[in-house]
């Protein structure tokens, strides 16, 4: 993996803490940007005026559009094309959105989606701004569905070159359906349209946990990404349950996995991880008979399937 790649926090890991003090921690523990989330803070305010407040703290590397209803931000298609507007005016590279909901009967985005024939130069203006789509989850129990449409990551794949769409690739998402995601990976990555990836784990049906408190082979995983020429970012996007809730310890497990990402990514030798207590995996043999911990562990990353 060359030195291009970039590391983010998705600000949805710490959407507990007020917006800048998230942009403060992902900036104190080392990582070189921030994936925006547009959420309830960018409801009735002027974006571009708090998007350029939140620059001269942190790097923002993406924005991530609305997948809930905000005041003043429309529906899907608007929240798209407004985050594509304020990605624009703000300098921020690359814009993600989720794809429609067949569950949620999205009949209306989904006709919209498929009509867009050029998405980078209908959509991302001309090209300025990247548009990627994200795989999305398997629900449910022993019986899983994926209620969004393009579900076969084939499927996506094929979708994304002929509509000239980059993807970002979720692994949480990805694994929610198969623990042993890395074939999907290389579909993907083959496809040359890999533009960012969202890095957290999955297990015991509950999705965006910290790597090595769920089922996937997460270091397996960084270590194939080092071995292409992947140039976008790997942003950890975890669950903000899955962090402590003082501010120094989150900070303290943040440089941590960053340092960790940077190790097995290539970026760092395997001596940085020294500075970090370490401890030994658990044991688990069978799923059904563990639950995660809720204690925050050192060495969050090490997961026994790696």
């Not at 970039?6 to 007020?18: E, I, N």
């Not at 449409?149 to 994304?160: E, K, P």
């Not at 198969?178 to 290389?186: E, S, T």
């Not at 900070?251 to 340092?259: D, G, N, S, V």
Request: hydrophobic share 40%; glycine share 8%.
């Amino acid at each position: 993996m060359k030195a291009g790649v970039k590391l983010s926090l998705s600000s949805g890991s710490l959407f507990t803490l007020p917006l800048e003090r998230a942009f403060e921690l992902a900036e104190q523990a080392g990582f070189d940007g921030v994936e925006l989330i547009i959420n309830q803070d960018f409801q009735w305010v002027n974006p571009v005026k708090l998007v350029r407040k939140l620059q001269q703290i942190c790097p923002i590397n993406s924005i991530h559009a609305p997948f809930m209803p905000l005041d003043g931000w429309g529906g899907p298609i608007e929240s798209l094309f407004n985050s594509i507007d304020l990605a624009a005016k703000t300098g921020v590279p690359l814009v993600n959105f989720h794809p429609p909901s067949w569950l949620g009967l999205e009949i209306g985005f989904w006709r919209w989606l498929y009509k867009i024939r050029d998405f980078q130069k209908q959509i991302g203006l001309d090209g300025q701004v990247m548009v990627t789509l994200e795989n999305m989850p398997w629900v449910g129990g022993r019986l899983k569905v994926n209620p969004n449409i393009l579900s076969a990551t084939r499927d996506l794949v094929t979708f994304i070159h002929d509509h000239n769409l980059y993807l970002t690739f979720d692994t949480t998402h990805m694994g929610s359906g198969k623990a042993n995601f890395i074939n999907d990976f290389y579909l993907c990555y083959e496809s040359g349209r890999m533009r960012n990836v969202h890095f957290s784990d999955y297990g015991f049906n509950r999705e965006h946990l910290l790597p090595g408190h769920g089922r996937l082979p997460l270091t397996r995983f960084l270590n194939h990404l080092k071995h292409t020429d992947y140039q976008g970012c790997v942003t950890l996007e975890v669950s903000p349950h899955e962090l402590p809730k003082d501010e120094e310890v989150i900070l303290a497990a943040l440089r941590e996995i960053q340092t960790y990402m940077r190790v097995e990514t290539g970026m760092l030798p395997a001596s940085a991880m020294e500075q970090f207590e370490p401890i030994h995996p658990l044991e688990i043999e069978d799923e059904t008979l563990a639950e995660p911990s809720d204690r925050y562990s050192h060495q969050p990353y090490r997961s026994m399937h790696d």
